[in-house]
């Protein structure tokens, strides 16, 4: 049976690589590494999958990005031209970047087999393009691989049928599990030179924090005002640092005593994060690895679709009004704070065996 797993931007690869060597080897899964080129540069891109282990793509979508084109139709058009020369028998799609939208729309039209894993996750504000993504590709979907139990309940209140949802847990889990070693010997807090559990770690990139000028504004005022008492260290998203270069953003920021950092493979990340005192950030997948390794998140946003890590977490939401307190708050309080993993269920670093498992189960049947 061939499955095609389908990655394009950097949560992607981080997601698909535990499930990947899960399935290496397998008897009757045979799994194609498809990489859709949403992100091709090599930071978001090449280096994470190389880092976590990845092979090259099996294969690598033919498209440019036009300036008034749609990414999503123009993934579509050539994707669809990739099924037709090597149809695959099941497309999984992870997540819900433009890359997996696009994927699952071509997998319905052509009547392949649909799986969403990380499928159910809601945050109910549908002016969020990632929301509209989850629900087009969840309703699609034949099998729903879900991370946490309100998930299940989300796509049950909109009449998804029950035999489709199968709760997995969270894979972001395994891959931090998977990599725990090269995490613990990276060090990235020497490297950088901040004091371990007393600096303020930031990543940015969601539309509605950085391309609002005014608000953009509000956020590095911020962070120049949090910069006169703590170590801060901003790592820019290839979209945030455009964003700030426009407004003149960039020189503020470093005159000011923040740390402008470019942006990182998984390992450098992932060890800047475990070792920080807060963590402030619009990454869902950052709310769940702060939550599994133990560390204080602040999310900036007004809704989240991983309620789980705020009731069983460390992440809890905060306005930009909020910001600076929230911070110098949770930073005072980290300092004596021991860092506890996160205990949600099936959050176990497993989920990649229960998603080979469930493939199994829904071939066969």
Not at 47 to 57: C, M, Q, S
């Amino acid at each position: 049976m061939k499955l095609h797993l389908i990655a394009g931007a950097r949560p992607n690869f981080m997601k698909i690589a535990p499930l990947w060597r899960g399935l290496v080897g397998h008897p009757f899964l045979r799994p194609s590494f498809v990489h859709t080129a949403q992100h091709c540069d090599d930071v978001m891109s090449l280096a994470i999958w190389r880092e976590l282990g990845l092979p090259d793509p099996d294969h690598v979508l033919n498209w440019e990005p036009a300036e008034n084109s749609d990414p999503v139709e123009d993934m579509m058009r050539a994707y669809e031209a990739l099924c037709h020369t090597d149809r695959p028998d099941m497309v999984l799609v992870v997540g819900d970047v433009n890359s997996s939208r696009a994927a699952a729309l071509v997998a319905a039209e052509m009547e392949i087999l649909l799986v969403h894993l990380e499928a159910g996750l809601r945050c109910f504000d549908l002016d969020m393009p990632e929301e509209q993504n989850r629900i087009a590709i969840d309703h699609k979907a034949d099998l729903l691989l879900t991370p946490s139990a309100d998930a299940d309940q989300n796509l049950l209140a909109e009449g998804i049928e029950p035999g489709r949802i199968k709760l997995v847990g969270n894979i972001m889990a395994d891959t931090l599990a998977m990599m725990r070693t090269q995490i613990n010997q990276e060090d990235a807090a020497s490297k950088v030179g901040v004091n371990k559990g007393r600096y303020v770690l930031v990543t940015l990139h969601r539309p509605s924090n950085v391309d609002d000028p005014e608000r953009l504004r509000q956020i590095c005022q911020a962070f120049k005002e949090l910069a006169a008492e703590a170590e801060v260290c901003f790592v820019l998203h290839p979209r945030t640092q455009t964003r700030l270069a426009v407004q003149g953003l960039i020189k503020e920021l470093s005159a000011a005593g923040v740390r402008l950092l470019p942006p990182m493979g998984y390992v450098r990340f992932a060890s800047l994060m475990r070792d920080a005192g807060v963590v402030v950030t619009d990454s869902g997948g950052v709310q769940e690895e702060t939550s599994c390794l133990g560390v204080p998140c602040l999310t900036l946003r007004t809704s989240t679709e991983r309620p789980i890590t705020m009731t069983q977490g460390t992440n809890r939401l905060v306005e930009v009004d909020q910001l600076t307190h929230a911070v110098t708050s949770v930073l005072h309080a980290s300092c004596d704070r021991a860092r506890i993993p996160a205990n949600i269920p099936v959050w176990d670093g497993k989920t990649a065996s229960r998603v080979v498992r469930e493939l199994e189960a829904f071939w066969r049947g």
